[in-house]
């Protein structure tokens, strides 16, 4: 390992990308420190692929640049390459080769000499849990599995920095636990830098050491998991009422006894930021009353790190309105992951 690789293993300087009109990836900076899972949280269309194949050296940036290991994306990409792993959002595996065969195809490409391989193979399948299914072809695998080969494969060069984008998206929740388990194996045993994307709240929370929340191309926000939740103190009450409208009398009603409260402009759940929820439920649960706002769900929580977005841009990670493009793209991802 080189000097350059202590502390800062990736360094981004105002990256930027355009399409046409769109600034996909708007002057992004962040440094990803050795050893970390770092993590892009952000909803679909913020820019999280586009960094990300910036950063592995698929797509020339318009402005910025960025290093990882020490070498520049634009002056040494091969050098990036050879000490970077991937994992894309789309299925990239061969469905009509074994597991075993895509990652020795992929290792041969790499040059990888053909003992060393073949035990390496070994090893990795190993390590996913795959060991049983190596000579089965990859079309008759589950969603998990493939994500579990892919990882393997993006494993086989012994990267130093791990790229993974969305690595769970479409996975049942089970699947999805055990690449976490993975990843955190990773990080733990063999101290692997992880950069990942995701657009689920909880598996940034849970595998991320730190967060930048994207949005429109920009980071709105970076810091740990804890330092991000802590931007928002006490306690949120979810009011669910049956109508928009019914929420927005709400919202006004409750700012009018100086409640902190907000609303997603689709759905009718009003968010209330208090101190403690146990003593305010009874409370503003009686002002709903007497502004006759019929309230159909009320629960509490402490802050999640998409209260944070919320808290930041006024919509939530949760229920993003996805265009009809990314709506088909995400229904044909979900059938080829079946
Ligand atoms: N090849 C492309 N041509 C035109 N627009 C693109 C292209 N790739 C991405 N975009 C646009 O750039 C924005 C960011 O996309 P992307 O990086 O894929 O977001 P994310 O991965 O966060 O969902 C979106 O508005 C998307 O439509
Ligand atoms: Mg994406």
């Known amino acids: ?34 050893g970390e899972i770092f993590g892009f949280l952000g909803p679909n ?6 960094t990300i194949n910036m950063l592995i050296t698929l797509l020339r940036p318009d ?16 050098k ?9 959002q789309d299925r990239t595996v061969d469905g009509y080769l074994s597991g075993w065969d895509n990652l ?8 990888i000499n053909n003992d060393a391989l073949e035990n390496k193979i070994r090893e990795l399948l190993k390590f996913v849990e795959l060991e049983e299914w190596a000579n089965v072809l990859v079309k008759y695998y589950s969603g998990g599995m493939t994500r579990r080969l892919e990882i393997a494969r993006a494993l086989l060069n012994e990267p130093e920095v791990l790229f993974l984008d969305e690595p769970t998206l479409g996975l049942d929740p089970q699947a999805r636990l055990h690449i976490w388990e993975y990843l955190l194996d990773l990080k733990r045993k063999k101290k692997m830098t992880i950069f990942l994307t995701t657009h689920y709240m909880d598996e940034a929370d849970r595998l991320c050491d730190r967060i930048a ?3 429109h191309g920009k980071i709105i926000a970076m810091g740990s998991p804890q330092e991000l ?34 609303m997603l402009d689709r759905d009718g759940v009003v968010f209330v930021n208090v101190k403690r929820a146990s003593a305010e439920m009874p409370v503003i649960l009686e002002l709903a009353q007497r502004a006759g706002v019929k309230v159909a769900e009320v629960r509490y929580s402490t802050p999640t790190l998409d209260d944070v977005f919320i808290h930041l841009t006024g919509r939530s990670l949760r229920d993003e309105r996805i265009g009809s493009f990314e709506r088909i793209r995400e229904m044909m991802r979900r059938w080829r992951a079946r």
């Not at 020795?104 to 040059?111: A, F, R, T």
Request: proline share 2%.
């Open 229 to 262: 939740k802590s931007m928002i103190s006490g306690e949120i009450i979810y009011v669910r009422t049956n109508t928009p409208m019914d929420a927005l009398l709400l919202k006004q009603h409750l700012e009018k006894q100086g409640y902190s409260a907000k």
């Open 104 to 111: 020795k195809v992929h290792g041969l490409v790499y040059g």
């Open 80 to 88: 990036v390459r050879e000490r970077i792993g991937v994992v894309f």
């Open 213 to 215: 929340i994207i949005d």
């Open 63 to 78: 402005e910025g640049t960025a290093s990882v290991c020490g070498h520049d994306i634009l002056k040494e990409p091969n």
């Open 45 to 50: 269309g913020a820019g999280k692929t586009t």
């Open 1 to 34: 390992m080189t000097v350059m690789c202590m502390n800062e293993i990736v360094v981004s300087d105002n990256l930027t990308k355009r399409f046409g009109k769109i600034t996909a990836v708007d002057h992004i900076s962040f440094e990803v420190y050795e």
